[in-house]
């Protein structure tokens, strides 16, 4: 299991200890809201590119932006290690346009789905990703609770993924803790995000500890 430690949760006055702090995690989970797609608005290209200088960990960003296909080279450029996009954020043709620049910038390339979408919205981009995103929250708010009825998501995922015989990682975002975190992986998860239930954790070893507990869930 992958652990990804979204730095939405984390303390942005000082952030660049913030990611010290996680520095035995596998990913960093980099959320970037608009305002316009989700109610909320986060972070963008320079702190992206800000958080490129201080880490050499993957970066795993996560579009949560109307017609990402504008902006997937910009976040490729700054640093994106793998990047995700919403499949109900765009038409169809702009989805495969947008999966095929992550690809030709050398990047791993994700799909999400929000919590009212089937997962069949992903399975026509499924042979072209590295990735798909399953939201257990609504996304554009950390600390929600996990939306235990998005499990089924997982499982039938994990089963088309295993019948086309593709390597795509399934990763879980929201609500994520110790107890939710051997749910997804017992039903096929690969990739969690944890935010809230990570920085919450008061210290280095705090934290360590408990991406360790996540990263054994089963």
């Known amino acids: 299991m992958l652990i990804s430690p979204s730095i939405l ?3 942005f ?30 972070i963008g ?3 992206l590119e800000s958080v490129r200088a201080i880490t050499v960990k993957t970066l795993d960003v996560h579009l949560m932006i ?3 296909e504008r902006y997937v080279r910009e976040f490729c450029e700054k640093g ?18 947008a999966i095929d620049a992550i690809h030709c910038c050398g990047k ?3 799909l999400s789905v929000k919590p009212a979408t089937p997962i069949d919205a992903v399975l026509p981009y499924l042979d072209s990703l590295d990735l798909v995103l399953v939201m257990t929250v609504e996304p554009g708010f950390g600390g929600q609770k996990f939306m ?16 086309r015989e593709l ?13 939710t975190a051997a749910i997804c992986a017992a039903h096929g998860a690969d990739v969690l995000v944890a935010g809230s239930d990570i920085f919450k954790q008061v210290g280095t070893a705090a934290r360590a500890a408990r991406i360790a507990q996540l990263r054994r869930a089963k």
């Open 167 to 179: 390597q795509t990682l399934i990763e879980v975002d929201g609500g994520v803790n110790p107890e």
């Open 66 to 68: 109307t017609k990402p």
């Open 45 to 47: 290209l320079p702190v």
């Open 13 to 42: 006055t000082r952030l660049g200890d913030e990611i010290a702090s996680i520095a035995c995690a596998d990913w960093l989970h980099f959320d970037v809201m608009d305002g316009v797609f989700v109610p909320n608005i986060s």
């Open 80 to 97: 994106a290690d793998v990047l995700t996009i919403h499949v109900e954020a765009t038409e169809p043709a702009e989805l495969r346009r």
């Open 108 to 110: 791993l390339a994700g």
């Open 9 to 11: 949760s984390a303390d």
């Open 148 to 163: 235990v009825d998005q499990i089924p998501k997982i499982a039938a995922l994990r089963g088309e993924i295993s019948r």
